[in-house]
Nanobody
Framework: QVQLVESGGGLVQAGGSLRLSCAASGPTFSTYAMGWFRETPGKEREFVAA????????LYSDSVKGRFTISRDKAKNTVYLQMNSLKPEDTAVYYCAAAAYRRGSYYYTRSYDYWGQGTQVTVSS
């Protein structure tokens, strides 16, 4: 069974930075891509960023492009989300996800097979 464990969330002032981590474990873990999504009450889970595992191609939503950076450490089975210039509208629960199969797109929740438990990010104004 694959497990994803996020860490690094917290409270930060607008303009500040946070770095989220997501460590994957399990005897059969392999992935084509890992991504970050976020969710606020009453809204659907929203794509934030993704990275393909083998060649490191990155994808970003327009709302975070230029402020957030996704990266991965293949040796540690870990993906990171560096979040800079945070805004109050970035406040959400952030979820890490892993795709066990090759997909046509990694922008959608349905492309992912494993999910973490989520970590809260709160940006105060």
């Amino acid at each position: 069974q694959v497990q994803l464990v996020e860490s690094g969330g917290g409270l930060v002032q607008a303009g500040g930075s946070l770095r989220l981590s997501c460590a994957a474990s399990g005897p059969t873990f392999s992935t084509y891509a890992m991504g970050w999504f976020r969710e606020t009450p009453g809204k659907e889970r929203e794509f934030v960023a993704a990275v393909t595992w083998n060649n490191g191609v990155t994808l970003y939503s327009d709302s975070v492009k230029g402020r957030f950076t996704i990266s991965r450490d293949k040796a540690k089975n870990t993906v990171y989300l560096q979040m800079n210039s945070l805004k109050p509208e970035d406040t959400a629960v952030y979820y890490c996800a892993a795709a066990a199969y090759r997909r046509g797109s990694y922008y959608y929740t349905r492309s992912y097979d494993y999910w973490g438990q989520g970590t809260q990010v709160t940006v105060s104004s």
